[in-house]
């Protein structure tokens, strides 16, 4: 009776866990979509005036949002 009591808890906490996670993955705020569409649009006011991608986001981005360079790259990425 032990075992199977075990058994059917840890079926529950694998279940749990799995909801969990696929809600996190799948999950993407208003606000994420908005602080992204700032960055671009800061992107592309500065992109032709020969600066270098990091100097952007150094002197223009970073401070603003505080988001990560690596970040800023996933953003660059996944624009199209």
Do not use: C
């Amino acid at each position: 009776y032990d075992i199977l009591a075990l058994l059917l808890i840890l079926q529950k906490m694998r279940n749990f866990v799995q909801s969990k996670t696929t809600h996190m993955q799948t999950y993407n705020g208003t606000s994420a979509d908005k602080r992204k569409q700032a960055v671009l649009n800061i992107y592309e006011a500065y992109k032709n005036t020969g600066l270098s991608n990091r100097y952007i986001w150094k002197h223009y981005i970073y401070p603003t949002w505080g988001i990560s360079e690596r970040t800023f790259y996933h953003y660059l990425k996944h624009s199209a």
